[in-house]
């Protein structure tokens, strides 16, 4: 998360200072072990914050209201639930980046619980879904906007923001869906890994081998949840 992110950047140049103050170290037996005993603490930290930034404790998502969690919650939406999944709906138009993501959370979904989603594109079959797009590029998104099914206010034409939301009756036949709606391409991508990091997959699985803690089925909490803007472009 970025919280540890910032917080292992500001330990490690903490301790860079320390180690460039050698000479001053020098100056006295007493600075010397408060020094040394301060290097040590710094050390400690930087350790600390290393292995929780590689440990499963990493994919829960934090920095992110807490959506995902593995017991029924009344309103909320089964992603994964009596080794049934929810379908994963894109529109084959969209962008290629927010497909490959896609087709990421269905691989992660299947990594966490042992249940692979259906991925389809453009059809409407019966069942609860997960739809995911991007605003003005997926037409199924665009539609629900349309019918007031989906409020984007507040992420419609913002730099990579994510509109999250449990939406009930989005189409006949389908009594409710989970729908990711970025404001762009990024802000869709980001969507989807945000889900997949809060069903328990480290962003650190590829890189440091993060395991990935089994969970028989999954839940989206009810509400409506927006991933703003990044702070720094």
């Known amino acids: 998360s970025k919280t540890l992110r910032d917080f292992g950047r500001g330990s490690a140049a903490l301790g860079l200072c320390g180690l460039s103050g050698a000479p001053y170290l020098l100056a006295s037996p007493l600075r010397r072990a408060i020094s040394g005993l301060a290097i040590l603490a710094i050390r400690l930290l930087c ?14 998502g934090i920095g992110e209201p807490p959506m ?19 379908v994963i709906q894109v529109d084959k138009q969209d962008w290629p980046g927010v497909l490959r993501a896609a087709g990421d959370w269905q691989t992660d979904c299947a990594r966490v619980t042992g249940v692979t989603p259906p991925l ?14 991007t605003i003005g590029k997926s037409r199924i998104v665009d539609q629900l906007i349309r019918e007031k099914r989906l409020d984007v206010t507040g992420v419609a034409g913002q730099w990579e923001a994510t509109r999250i939301e449990v939406v009930n009756h989005p189409f006949p036949g389908v009594d409710s869906a989970l729908v990711i709606a970025g404001s762009d391409k990024r802000g869709t991508i980001y969507g989807i890994y945000t889900l997949s990091e809060q069903a328990g997959v480290s ?24 991933l703003a803007s990044p702070v720094v472009k």
């Open 47 to 60: 350790g600390v914050g290393v292995l929780l930034l590689l440990s499963p404790l990493a994919a829960l």
């Open 68 to 86: 995902v969690q593995s017991s029924v919650v009344a309103g909320g939406f089964a992603l994964v639930a009596k080794n049934k999944a929810a």
């Open 120 to 133: 389809e594109a453009n059809e409407v079959s019966p069942g609860p879904r997960v739809i995911i797009g």
């Open 203 to 226: 962003p650190w699985y590829w890189w440091a081998d993060v395991p990935v803690r089994h969970r028989d089925e999954l839940y989206v909490r009810p509400g409506r949840y927006t």
